[in-house]
């Protein structure tokens, strides 16, 4: 067992129910959905053509030099706008971390093409209306920005995080789905742990919403058909839920050895106490029962020397499909009945790789305020899920710590235990 403490001191967020922790705080508070009309493309065909997206969002703004930009997906843009907010938010600047001491790990998905780099190459191929797949690597090639593979690799965008705060120390990128960004935060805290780094800046950026991976995702069928009311689709643990909605955003944090916090004066927001990660293997083809995610609790909770009556609440990975919330509410009845559980994916859908640390991100917040978010759209309690959902109003808590979960639907899981600053 490791001796180091480790803590957040910073919180950067980009996402669609606002940008900044001030204004994503507000809109968990009051209960404000991020899911809306798609925006950024063309989606009258599709099956699904509600998201959350990030607006108002001007990269301009955090990234330095802005030529950057040509080479930045909206992925890394939205990752080095979180990162900049985190380091801002925690006192981070130039000679306030001993750069060699200074790490990045983040959360990433696989990254399409954007339509306006691809476009120019499959146009140089048609003939008349028809695709010539024997002008691919002469006429398509040369409609291609010969910089583009740069913007899709999904480690760049913790490059980009690195270039942009001078941070020398050890640079990681953890690419497995929902999964991805809570991996990142217990890599980075084994990292201080360790003594390769002082401070970790950590998290996840992912945008769901470029059309070629959204038409394929409305394919499979796993996004909701509720179309009439967006704010409403969106609804883990609830009887009438029927799928998914995915969305787009960037959570970072500042992590921290708590004596290097400490002897330079940083607020500490909360702390690390435990975190595990299994894997449920598929059988037969089969998806996961839940064994993983149970024993992923189960170890969380062994770290952190805590119990399941320990516990304020549970922050929930909560799909809105009904034979996954069935699989995780049975996990965690089991592990940690009767404790009360959140479901933020109900504000701003599922953001992939984002996700987890988007949803961390509303637990450090509710432990210095000592008040849980409600869970949006939670209005008929599924018999076959039995939790304590937090729902009409948010819960006034005491500052007990906070159970965090994600997991795969091809049997990874994650789980972290944080307690407040105090």
């Given amino acids: 067992m490791y001796s180091t403490d480790v803590v957040i001191t910073g919180v950067g967020i980009v996402s669609p129910i606002g940008i900044g922790w001030e204004p994503f705080w507000a809109a968990l508070r009051q209960g404000k959905s991020g899911i809306g009309r798609i925006r950024q493309f063309e989606a009258s065909g599709l099956p699904c053509q509600i998201a959350a997206e990030v607006t108002d969002f001007d990269p301009k703004c955090y990234v330095r030099p802005r030529k950057s930009l040509k080479v930045m997906c909206r992925d890394s843009q939205m990752g080095v706008a979180a990162s900049t907010l985190a380091c801002q938010d925690a006192g981070i600047a130039a000679g306030t971390v001993d750069p060699e001491r200074l790490g990045v790990v983040m959360g990433a998905d696989r990254i399409c093409s954007a339509m306006e780099d691809s476009e120019p190459t499959y146009r140089n191929c048609l ?13 398509g ?13 999904p480690n760049t965008i913790a490059s980009h995080i690195s270039i942009a705060h001078d941070a020398r120390g050890p640079n990681n990128t953890i690419h497995q789905t929902e999964v991805s960004s809570l991996l990142a935060v217990g890599e980075a805290a084994r990292v201080i742990q360790r003594g390769a780094a002082d401070v970790m ?23 909701t058909r509720r179309q009439d009311e967006p704010a409403a689709a969106m609804r883990p643990f609830d009887a009438d839920r029927d799928g998914q909605v995915w969305g787009e955003g960037a959570a970072v944090f500042i992590l921290e050895d708590a004596r ?6 940083a607020r500490v927001l909360a702390r690390i106490l435990g975190w595990a990660t299994t894997c449920e293997p598929r059988r037969h083809g089969n998806g996961p029962r839940g064994a993983g995610l149970r024993r992923a609790v189960e170890l969380a909770l062994r770290q952190a020397k805590s119990e399941a009556k320990d516990l304020g609440h549970v922050n929930a990975h909560g799909l809105s499909t009904i034979h996954d919330d069935q699989l995780e509410a049975r996990a965690l009845h089991e592990m940690v009945p009767e404790v009360p559980v959140v479901a933020p994916k109900s504000y701003f859908g599922n953001l992939g790789a984002a996700g987890g640390a988007m949803e961390m991100a509303a637990s450090v917040l509710s432990l210095g305020a000592e008040i849980v978010p409600a869970t949006l759209n939670y209005e008929h309690p599924d018999p076959n899920c039995p939790l304590q959902v937090i729902c009409d109003e948010p819960l006034s808590s005491s500052p007990a710590p906070a159970l965090l979960v994600n997991w795969t639907t091809i049997g990874q899981a994650a789980s972290a235990v944080l307690a407040g600053p105090g």
């Fill in 127 to 139: 003939d008349g209306h028809r695709f010539d797949f024997g002008r691919w690597g002469t006429d």
């Fill in 201 to 223: 800046i950590v998290g996840g950026a992912s945008s769901q919403l470029n059309p070629f991976d959204y038409v394929r995702r409305s394919a499979m069928g796993i996004l």
């Fill in 141 to 153: 090639m040369a409609g291609s920005f010969p910089l583009s593979f740069l913007k899709v690799l």
């Fill in 260 to 265: 290097h916090a400490e002897a330079r004066g």
